[in-house]
């Protein structure tokens, strides 16, 4: 970069997990890392740990929120290199259980978000010819069971918009990529539900950063959209 400048990576949505996962790896890939988040306990944390790290306040589904966390970003770090948009939220509940409020939230929060924060990275993006953007999505991407009625409408409204994004701004150097999560991650909480069974069975946060540094990577001529991690033990 010029004047030595790091390559910045925003995380829309750093919440233990997956976003600590993303945050600790790009930081470690030499990326002035932006935390965005609604609560702010953990993304202050991260950014006295990390180097080059900051912490910015933002909900997701609110337009303001997003355009004032990205103006202090771009103020703070420069233009958004990488963006990872990590942010998730639904109640689980049938059509029966679910509220018009808890589908609307769903749907602000994971499509919305999404349009949101891309629109702000977007136009430097396109005028240094490259840059990358990463959505987490889930099972619930893909299909909705009886308990989604409010999850999986949102995160299939998301995966449609990271679709219509990839077709629109690959051919000006911008990847959009998918990240399907389909199957339990690995946390303390979750080990201690299911006592005995083996870690590797839960699918590591490192192993989802992992994978969203190598589409980072991944060479113009062969870019994925649509990737899976699925731990060996789970039933797909």
């Known amino acids: ?8 990576c925003a995380v829309v949505g750093v919440g233990p997990g997956n976003g600590e996962a993303f945050a600790r790896r790009f930081a470690a890939d030499g990326y002035a890392v932006a935390l965005l988040a609604r609560r702010a306990e953990l993304s202050e944390r991260l950014a006295k740990e990390l180097p080059r790290a900051r912490a910015y306040g933002c909900d997701a589904g609110d337009t303001a929120s ?22 998730g939220s639904g109640v689980w509940g049938t059509i029966e259980d679910v ?3 808890d589908f609307e939230r769903a749907w602000r929060v994971n499509a919305l978000g999404l349009f949101l924060a891309a629109r702000q990275a977007i136009p430097s993006m396109r005028r240094r010819g490259q840059g990358a953007i990463i959505v987490v999505g889930a099972t619930a991407s893909r299909r909705g069971v009886a308990g989604t009625a409010a999850f999986a409408p949102a995160k299939m409204a998301q995966k449609a918009l990271a679709e219509s994004m990839a077709r629109h ?3 000006a150097g911008i ?9 339990g ?11 005995g069974r083996p870690e590797d069975a839960l699918i590591a946060p490192s192993g989802i950063a992992d994978i969203a540094a190598a589409l980072v ?3 113009r001529s062969a870019w994925s959209f649509e990737v899976e991690a699925r731990p060996y033990a789970e039933k797909w």
């Open 99 to 101: 509220s018009p409020e």
């Open 169 to 171: 701004l690959w051919p």
């Open 175 to 183: 990847h959009v990529a998918l990240i399907v999560v389909d199957g």
């Open 185 to 195: 991650v690995r946390s303390a909480a979750a080990l201690a539900r299911s006592p």
């Open 217 to 219: 990577r991944q060479d």
């Open 66 to 87: 997003v355009e004032a966390a990205f103006g202090r970003i771009r103020a703070d770090l420069g233009d958004v290199d990488v963006l990872i948009f990590n942010a």
């Open 1 to 8: 970069m010029a004047n030595d400048k790091a390559p910045v």
